[in-house]
Every structure is written in structure tokens, then in C-alpha cells.
């Protein structure tokens, strides 16, 4: 059927436009995801769903516990339109229903702050299973809540007197790094077949006029022949 689907709104589509979603797909991962813990920025909330669309991380969550999410449109450059955004807002603590959801789904939990037992990016091991990278805010860095509850703890080497980047340039360098090295691995880090067939109706439901209705009249008409 979804398949069946999938054709049937490709008809709707230019065929570049067509070849372009399944060539983004292919290269979209969710082996490593992002989590972003009470950021309040716009900017550089936006800056990293920017960059994580733009090096093909599909999953971002975002925990609000003090703070609400909020995107600034000049950034962000419709870059979630592309992603999958998870929001944990609904709990007491937020933080640590997403570890718990994110561990249930087989993630590592890896904080990314300078700690006794830390790794440096260039030793993190790709291998070891998915992972779920934390990022907290500027001032506060990330919460208690995911220093007690983390499998790894990650750091960027620096070498001046500062002690840390910017939280959207500290998710741009380990994201780059990482997707970079993890597309010449013998990992599978792609989405399944499903998950890019998914994924593929979502986007094509989305950039087609009247997607939506288009879609419930293929699926009412198929169900019937069936």
C-alpha cells in the first residue's frame, strides 16, 4: 500500500523534484539523534535544527521544562519541515522522560559537557550502538538530570583559554564529525526501507496541493478494493 501510495503522488510531483526527496532520504539517519534540554535562544535554537537538517540527523527532541522552544524563521530557513521534532513537555520532569523514552528505543545516552570520565569527539565510538546527544543551555550547560542518568560523556578538545563554543557551533562540529564519519563505516546507519517509505509520503503529502485531501481519497478508494 505504501508503496502503491508513493507512486501515486509522484504523479504530483516534478520528476527532479521526486529524485530529489529519495536522494535526501537515503542519506538520512537516526542512528544519532539530537536533544536539545530548556534552550531559549531562537537563534541558536534554530541555528541547530538548521544544521541538523542540513547533515541529515531526521530526529531532534526537545525537552522544555523552564523554558519554551521557539524558532526564529530568518534561521531556521524551513528546516523543520524537513525533520522530525519530538517535544517533552507534558511531565513534571521532562528530562528525564526523554532519557527514558530515548533509552527504551535503544539510544546511549551521551551528555556533552567536560567530566572526569569524558571522551574526546575524535575517540567517540560510532560502533558501540545509537546515541542521543544531549546539549544544554548556555548558561546553565546541561541539567543534573542528564549528568546522573548518562552512559558517556562527550567533549570538543579546545585548545585557548576559552573554555567552551556555542551550544549551535558545539552541535554543528560533533554533528559534522560524526555523520562524516559515520557515512564511511560499515554501520547501518540508514533509515529502514519503511522508515524512508514514511518518511517519503510524509514530504511528498506535504509539498503537493491539497496533499492531504489527495492522500485520504487514495487511501478511501484503495480500502474499498480491498
Same mark, same amino acid.
Given at each position: 500500500?505504501?508503496?502503491?501510495?508513493?507512486?501515486?503522488?509522484?504523479?504530483? %510531483?516534478?520528476?527532479? +523534484?521526486?529524485? @530529489?526527496?529519495?536522494?535526501?532520504?537515503?542519506?538520512?539517519?537516526?542512528?544519532?539523534?539530537?536533544?536539545? /534540554?530548556?534552550?531559549?535562544?531562537?537563534?541558536?535554537?534554530?541555528?541547530?535544527?538548521?544544521?541538523?537538517?542540513?547533515?541529515? &540527523?531526521? $530526529?531532534?527532541?526537545?525537552? /522544555?521544562? +523552564?523554558?519554551?522552544?521557539?524558532?526564529?524563521?530568518?534561521?531556521?530557513?524551513?528546516?523543520?519541515?524537513?525533520?522530525?521534532?519530538?517535544?517533552?513537555?507534558?511531565?513534571?520532569?521532562?528530562? %528525564?522522560?526523554?532519557?527514558?523514552?530515548?533509552?527504551?528505543?535503544?539510544?546511549? &545516552?551521551?551528555?556533552?559537557? !567536560?567530566?572526569?570520565? $569524558?571522551? $574526546?569527539?575524535?575517540?567517540?565510538? #560510532?560502533?558501540?550502538?545509537?546515541?542521543?546527544?544531549?546539549?544544554?543551555?548556555?548558561?546553565?550547560?546541561?541539567?543534573?538530570?542528564?549528568?546522573?542518568?548518562?552512559?558517556?560523556?562527550?567533549?570538543? !578538545? *579546545?585548545?585557548?583559554?576559552?573554555?567552551? @563554543?556555542?551550544?549551535?557551533?558545539?552541535?554543528?562540529?560533533?554533528?559534522?564529525?560524526?555523520?562524516?564519519?559515520?557515512?564511511?563505516?560499515?554501520?547501518?546507519?540508514? %533509515?529502514?526501507?519503511? /522508515?524512508?517509505? #514514511?518518511?517519503?509520503?510524509?514530504? *511528498?503529502?506535504?509539498?503537493?496541493?491539497?496533499? $492531504? @485531501?489527495?492522500?485520504?481519497?487514495?487511501?478511501?478508494?484503495?480500502? *474499498? +478494493? @480491498?
Amino acid at each position: 500500500m505504501e508503496q502503491h501510495l508513493i507512486d501515486y503522488l509522484s504523479e504530483f %510531483l516534478t520528476e527532479e +523534484r521526486y529524485s @530529489l526527496f529519495k536522494d535526501v532520504i537515503s542519506n538520512r539517519t537516526n542512528y544519532l539523534t539530537v536533544v536539545l /534540554e530548556d534552550i531559549f535562544q531562537t537563534q541558536n535554537a534554530s541555528a541547530v535544527l538548521r544544521t541538523c537538517e542540513c547533515f541529515g &540527523i531526521q $530526529d531532534v527532541h526537545i525537552v /522544555e521544562n +523552564r523554558n519554551k522552544f521557539m524558532v526564529n524563521v530568518d534561521v531556521v530557513r524551513g528546516s523543520t519541515n524537513w525533520l522530525d521534532l519530538h517535544f517533552y513537555n507534558e511531565e513534571k520532569n521532562n528530562t %528525564l522522560k526523554a532519557i527514558e523514552q530515548l533509552k527504551s528505543n535503544g539510544y546511549r &545516552i551521551v551528555a556533552t559537557t !567536560p567530566h572526569a570520565n $569524558d571522551i $574526546d569527539l575524535e575517540n567517540f565510538n #560510532l560502533h558501540n550502538g545509537k546515541a542521543a546527544f544531549f546539549f544544554g543551555t548556555e548558561r546553565r550547560g546541561i541539567s543534573d538530570v542528564v549528568k546522573a542518568n548518562a552512559d558517556e560523556f562527550l567533549k570538543i !578538545p *579546545m585548545q585557548g583559554f576559552t573554555e567552551s @563554543l556555542n551550544i549551535s557551533v558545539s552541535v554543528a562540529v560533533i554533528i559534522h564529525y560524526l555523520t562524516t564519519k559515520i557515512r564511511t563505516s560499515n554501520i547501518d546507519w540508514r %533509515l529502514s526501507d519503511r /522508515e524512508q517509505k #514514511l518518511l517519503l509520503i510524509k514530504w *511528498m503529502t506535504n509539498n503537493v496541493k491539497g496533499g $492531504d @485531501l489527495i492522500v485520504k481519497q487514495f487511501l478511501e478508494t484503495n480500502t *474499498m +478494493r @480491498l
